[in-house]
């Protein structure tokens, strides 16, 4: 009789140690799958925010650019009216007008 009650504490020992490594098995796998989730949600989130950032950059040059660009057209209209207010303009009517007279008129 003492030897089977040590056969049986021996067996409940190794279903025991059985159930004990079961467990550990499964809550690596489980461990292993929340990792690989973890990294699939890290990884979407990170090219989420790097594309966010892009378009954010994307933009601020867009806006930094329109300012550059309005304030060359701006100078260039000044430049334009300062030419056009210092110029004058009489003697290149003279030349067209004579050139015009002795086309049609002085044939």
Same mark, same amino acid.
């Not at 056969?7 to 067996?11: H, R, S, T, Y």
């Not at 260039?76 to 110029?87: D, F, L, Q, V, W």
């Given at each position: 009789m003492m030897? &089977?009650?040590i056969? !049986? &504490?021996? /067996?409940q020992a190794e279903e025991k140690a059985t159930k004990i490594i079961n467990d550990a098995e499964e809550h690596a796998k489980q461990i292993v799958i929340d990792a690989d989730? #973890? *990294?699939?949600k890290i /990884?979407? &989130?990170a090219t *989420?925010?790097? @594309? !966010?950032q892009k378009q954010m950059v994307v933009e601020l040059a867009e806006q930094d650019a329109k300012k550059i660009f309005? /304030? #060359?057209i701006s100078e260039?209209? @000044?430049? *334009? &009216?300062?030419?056009? *207010?210092? #110029?004058d303009i009489k003697p290149a009517v003279e030349f067209?007008?004579?050139e015009l007279f002795n086309l049609y008129v002085g044939r």
């Open positions: 030897i &089977e009650n056969l !049986e &504490e021996i /067996k989730k #973890t *990294a699939v /990884k979407l &989130e *989420a925010f790097v @594309k !966010e309005d /304030k #060359t260039g209209y @000044k430049s *334009a &009216e300062r030419i056009i *207010a210092n #110029t067209i007008k004579d």
